[in-house]
């Protein structure tokens, strides 16, 4: 996707952004993704804009987690669940309204950090 390509400059350190990092249930190769990520409490939650059933999210689901770099920081992200929000009451007024009016995503990640491993590369 172009997009991902322009995002996974930005993604590991703008505000909102993340690169989650997943290794392929079948392949084994490590992936990283850009996305809409915000932290919250002990954790983060992810925007789900190309569904629950996108490659990554079953990579993320069947490892029980990820890496995740935000803000120029590296977590170790655990217990990933899938729930669903039509209000997407845990983003940012514009995320939301572009969630619920524009993109019509009304699915989320929720990751808790398990670790955090410092400055990221």
């Keep these: 996707m172009a997009l991902n390509r322009v995002t996974k400059f930005v993604a590991p350190w703008a505000p909102g952004w993340a690169v989650v990092v997943h290794r392929g249930r079948k392949s084994g190769r490590t992936f990283r993704t850009p996305l809409w990520a915000f932290r919250r409490d002990d954790g983060f939650v992810?925007?789900?804009?190309?569904?629950?059933?996108?490659?990554?999210?079953?990579?993320?689901?069947?490892?029980?987690?990820?890496?995740?770099?935000?803000?120029?920081?590296r977590y170790v992200a655990v217990n990933p669940r899938v729930y669903r929000d039509d209000n997407a009451t845990a983003m940012p007024a514009f995320i939301r309204f572009m969630l619920r009016k524009v993109i019509k995503a009304p699915e989320f990640l929720a990751l808790d950090v398990a670790r955090d491993l410092g400055p990221a590369h």
């Design 46 to 73: 992810i925007a789900l804009t190309y569904g629950p059933t996108a490659d990554w999210v079953r990579n993320v689901l069947a490892a029980e987690g990820c890496e995740l770099e935000s803000r120029r920081r």
